[in-house]
């Protein structure tokens, strides 16, 4: 009988990411694109910026930042959502926002 071998110990998170900040942008376009992008809080390692984007109700791309800072991560935040609302924006796709900021 072999022996078994030991195994790493693993530490569980005692509480869920918290979102602080959230907006929902979508386009007007045939597709119907959206951009949805939203702050969470973490008790152990900072702050995550997340993004979310695709058509319709389909993802098709998910990305993620990590921050040590909240003020940095909050500055990330705002500058992302002025360049996606700038109306003067290089791309053909304009956005506008479909749920307003949380948090």
Excluded at 21 to 28: P, S
Excluded at 51 to 62: A, I, N, P, Q, Y
């Amino acid at each position: 009988m072999k022996a078994s071998k030991p195994q790493a110990p693993f530490q569980l998170k005692m509480f869920e990411p918290t979102v602080f900040k959230k907006i929902d942008l979508v386009a007007k376009s045939p597709k119907n694109a959206f951009y949805r992008l939203w702050l969470e809080t973490h008790i152990d390692d900072g702050y995550t910026l997340k993004k979310e984007s695709g058509t319709g109700s389909k993802v098709l791309d998910r990305r993620q930042w990590l921050f040590k800072s909240r003020k940095i991560a909050e500055k990330n935040f705002d500058r992302r959502v002025r360049d996606k609302l700038n109306p003067d924006r290089k791309s053909p796709r304009k956005y506008k926002i479909q749920k307003p900021v949380k948090g």
